[in-house]
Structure formats: structure tokens, C-alpha cells
């Protein structure tokens, strides 16, 4: 079993950039692909992108040029920036792992994200 | 990459069948076996029901079931019970390492 907890902020004016951070905890070697997705309020999920226990990354095309992720395996953590937030950025993101790279098999509790002034 | 296409709602009574379809291209789902489906209960972090089209994680009741007919995967849930009420969304790869959800289900057990 793996769990996983977001941490950063929960306020992030327009324009700048939003970071979080996930942390793993229990059986990691449970866990290949390092995931995050997004869920605005009341809509659907999205895949924002997702990072392989060697490095590389995947991001969602229509949100690559803003999108970053990376892993710092000596933590337990990996960690999402996604700048030039406007509003449409607001909504619930999610950190999520699984052996599979089409399949998402442990979700952190989510946590709200909202872009304001 | 588009969303893949889902109703926004179906509906059941206890003890009935349903399916969810979730219809996406020759890109995503009609040229992998990797559908995904996931249930999503109210203010809770989604749960992964089927993977690989058909495949059931360890713990999920054998009620739910997955399938694929060309560029439309269903995901059917038999034996329907109140608990089965929920959001369902599927997922498919999409090539390029990329995913793509659709934009989920409302299931009602009424």
C-alpha cells in the first residue's frame, strides 16, 4: 500500500506559479509512474502529467508549456509547478501512483487550489 | 486530445444492471487495450474499478465488470446497490505516454 499527502498552498494569484508537493509514504516500490490530476469545482478530472521512477516525464499537451514535474527520491516526494495560473486553474489537485502507466492505483486526498487576487 | 465521451447520467434500481459507455478515437481507446474506470463518491479521492479494459484490482467486487467494442469502451455494474452510487469516469492511454479522461457519469440508484 502506498499513501500519499499534497502540501502547498492554497491561495495563488493570477500570474504566478503553483507548487505542491506529494508525499509518499508506506510501500513505494509499489509504485512506478508519480501522477497528478486536477478536478475543478463541480466538473471532471484531468491529467495534468505524470513522472516515471527513472525521470522522465509525461504532461497533457494542452498543458505542457506550463507544467513541471519532478521526483527527489531521497524524500519520499515529487512535486507539481504549473505557471501563468489564471482562474481556470482553480479546482481540487490530485497526487496519485501505480505500477501500471494506464492505471492509477493510489490517490492522495486531494487538495484545493484556488487562483485569486 | 480530446475528453472522452460519457453520459452525464444513468440510472438504476437496486438489484438491476447498468453500463456506462465511454467513447473515444482510433487514438485513445479503439487502439489500446488500456481503459481504466475509476468511482468517485461525493468529496472523496477517486477509486480505480477496472484497469486494462477488464481487469478488477484486488478488493473490487466481481459486480463490476469492463469491456471494449471498437472505439468505445463500458464498464457494466450488475447486482446494483445503493453504494454503487457515485461518479464513474474512465480513462484511456492515448499514446505518447499521455492519458485522457472522460467527463464522467452520475450513476443513481434509485
Known amino acids: 500500500q502506498v499513501q500519499l499527502q499534497e502540501s502547498g498552498p492554497g491561495l495563488v494569484k493570477p500570474s504566478e506559479t503553483l507548487s505542491l508537493t506529494c508525499t509518499v509514504s508506506?510501500?513505494?516500490?509499489?509504485?512506478?509512474?508519480w501522477s497528478w490530476i486536477r478536478q475543478p469545482p463541480g466538473k471532471g478530472l484531468e491529467w495534468i502529467g505524470n513522472?516515471?521512477?527513472?525521470?522522465?516525464?509525461n504532461y497533457n499537451p494542452s498543458l505542457k508549456s506550463r507544467v513541471t514535474i519532478s521526483i527527489d527520491t531521497s524524500k519520499n516526494q515529487f512535486s507539481l509547478k504549473l505557471s501563468s495560473v489564471t482562474a481556470a486553474d482553480t479546482a481540487v489537485y490530485y497526487c496519485?501512483?501505480?505500477?501500471?502507466?494506464?492505471?492509477?492505483?493510489?490517490w492522495g486526498q486531494g487538495t484545493l487550489v484556488t487562483v485569486s487576487s | 486530445q480530446s475528453a472522452l465521451t460519457q453520459p452525464a447520467s444513468v440510472s438504476g434500481s437496486p438489484g438491476q444492471s447498468i453500463t456506462i459507455s465511454c467513447t473515444g478515437t482510433?487514438?485513445?481507446?479503439?487502439?489500446?487495450?488500456?481503459v481504466s474506470w475509476y468511482q468517485q463518491h461525493p468529496v472523496k479521492a477517486p477509486k480505480l474499478m477496472i484497469y486494462?479494459?477488464?481487469k478488477r484490482p484486488s478488493g473490487v467486487s466481481n459486480r463490476f465488470s469492463g469491456s471494449k467494442s471498437g472505439n468505445t469502451a463500458s464498464l457494466t455494474i450488475s447486482g446494483l446497490q445503493a453504494d454503487d452510487e457515485a461518479d464513474y469516469y474512465c480513462?484511456?492511454?492515448?499514446?505518447?505516454?499521455?492519458?485522457?479522461f472522460g467527463g464522467g457519469t452520475k450513476l443513481t440508484v434509485l
Open positions: 486494462e479494459g477488464n
Open positions: 480513462c484511456s492511454y492515448a499514446g505518447r505516454s499521455t492519458l485522457v
Open positions: 513522472i516515471y521512477n527513472s525521470g522522465s516525464t
Open positions: 496519485a501512483s501505480g505500477r501500471r502507466i494506464a492505471a492509477i492505483d493510489y
Open positions: 482510433s487514438s485513445d481507446v479503439g487502439n489500446y487495450n488500456l
Open positions: 508506506g510501500d513505494s516500490i509499489s509504485s512506478d509512474y
